[in-house]
């Protein structure tokens, strides 16, 4: 979507980067990278060095930038732009031969609340009227929104980045009381706890073992005290990305 999306804009002196933030690395982020067949800088983070420094707590977000390399909207939700060729082509199969576990993942995902139509209209607003739009915002505006780091955070971010560190050396068991430590002092902070839950090996691979959680007979070995769905339900899917504001 993201590549369709920038298609219609390129004329415009717009680019899109996008960022894989995986410690997984390359053959992580390789699938989906080649499944877009993208135009633009596809990007791939081990170190999740973008989140740290643009405030990325979940995905996806995004990050506005201008041609003078000033931020004018800081890390937020973004939802890809519709768009009617890509939803007419997008097809889960028949929900029938999914997962149980699945299909509730989906039925919770579904309470999501976002706005796709509205975001991509305050975009383009934005590019085509630049400074000028109401959906950019001054500097002092972007510091406020942006928001001091306080000292649990810092710790957590610590910790996330040593427990990255030793993932991507393979010490996979040394980094799980690190990212823990990371999910418990930054608890808004979503990203943290996917990060950790994606890399859990399984029989079927860490992506797979992810949406699967903590499994009947597999508890004993699910090293987190939370999953995607159980974490979703316990704050409520309308919670998972903050409000979305001009």
Avoid at 151 to 166: I, K, N, S
Wanted: charged share 25%; aromatic share 8%; hydrophobic share 40%.
């Amino acid at each position: 979507m993201w590549q369709a999306f920038r298609s219609q804009v390129a004329e415009q002196g717009v680019e899109v980067v996008t960022v894989g933030i995986d410690a997984a690395g390359v053959e992580a982020c390789r699938p989906f990278i080649e499944a877009a067949s993208p135009e633009h800088p596809s990007l791939i983070d081990e170190h999740h060095r973008v989140a740290e420094l643009f405030g990325v707590i979940n995905i996806p977000n995004a990050v506005w930038i201008d041609e003078d390399g000033m931020i004018v909207r800081p890390a937020e939700p973004a939802p890809a732009p519709p768009s009617i060729e890509m939803e007419r082509n997008m097809n889960i199969g028949d929900p029938a031969e999914l997962p149980p576990r699945m299909l509730e993942i989906f039925g919770e995902a579904m309470q999501i609340e976002a706005d796709p139509p509205a975001y991509e209209a305050a975009l383009r607003d934005w590019i085509t009227n630049g400074a000028e739009s109401p959906f950019a915002l001054s500097p002092e505006q972007v510091v406020e929104r942006s928001g001091p780091r306080n000292a649990d955070a810092a710790r957590g971010h610590a910790h996330f980045e040593l427990a990255t560190h030793l993932e991507v050396a393979g010490n996979h068991a040394a980094a799980i009381p690190h990212f823990k430590a990371a999910q418990e002092l930054v608890p808004d902070n979503f990203a943290y706890r996917r990060q950790a839950w994606s890399l859990e090996p399984g029989p079927e691979g860490p992506l797979n073992r992810f949406w699967q959680g903590p499994t009947e007979g597999s508890e004993a070995d699910w090293p987190y005290d939370g999953d995607w769905l159980s974490d979703v339900r316990e704050m409520g899917p309308a919670n998972y990305y903050p409000k979305w504001t001009n």
